[in-house]
């Protein structure tokens, strides 16, 4: 089991120190870590996380790309990385890509008319398909997963 700080364990993991800060503090950091003074240790052991531990893989899918700053602020806000942003064709090939991606587990999107579909079938699988109205209130639309 190897030791490393917070800064070297975020840079180690492709995610910003900022967002390790908030995992340790909110208590989902995927290892377990201590406070040492004014640093964060984290233990990272030799073997692989299993999937179900990593962090959530969140798509940006964008129908409207003035929007995107927007949709960008509202998922920072709430603690979510972007890892891939796109933008809607009209064949919808860059939306069936993701739904066939299991490493995408999240993908949030200013509208689409399946929403509710997708949202359901995505939340059988453990993953999330979020609607957020651009120039609103940002209330996302997020499918239960209790009775999908």
């Not at 993908?107 to 509710?116: E, N």
Request: hydrophobic share 35%; glycine share 4%; with cysteine.
């Amino acid at each position: 089991m190897a030791t490393m700080n917070l800064t070297q364990y975020a840079q180690t993991q492709g995610i910003s120190t900022k967002t390790a800060q908030r995992w340790f503090k909110n208590g989902t950091l995927p290892h377990p870590a201590r406070k040492v003074g004014r640093l964060i240790l984290v233990d990272v052991s030799d073997t692989p996380v299993s999937q179900s531990t990593r962090p959530a893989r969140t798509a940006l899918y964008l129908s409207d790309p003035r929007s995107a700053s927007e949709l960008k602020e509202w998922a920072f806000s709430r603690g979510m990385r972007i890892d891939e942003t796109c933008r809607e064709d009209d064949s919808s090939t860059v939306l069936k890509r993701l739904l066939a991606d299991q490493t995408v587990t999240r993908i949030v999107t200013d509208s689409h008319p399946a929403a509710d579909l997708l949202s359901a079938a995505l939340s059988a699988q453990g993953r999330e398909f979020i609607t957020v109205a651009p120039h609103t209130s940002f209330t996302p639309r997020i499918a239960s997963s209790a009775g999908a």
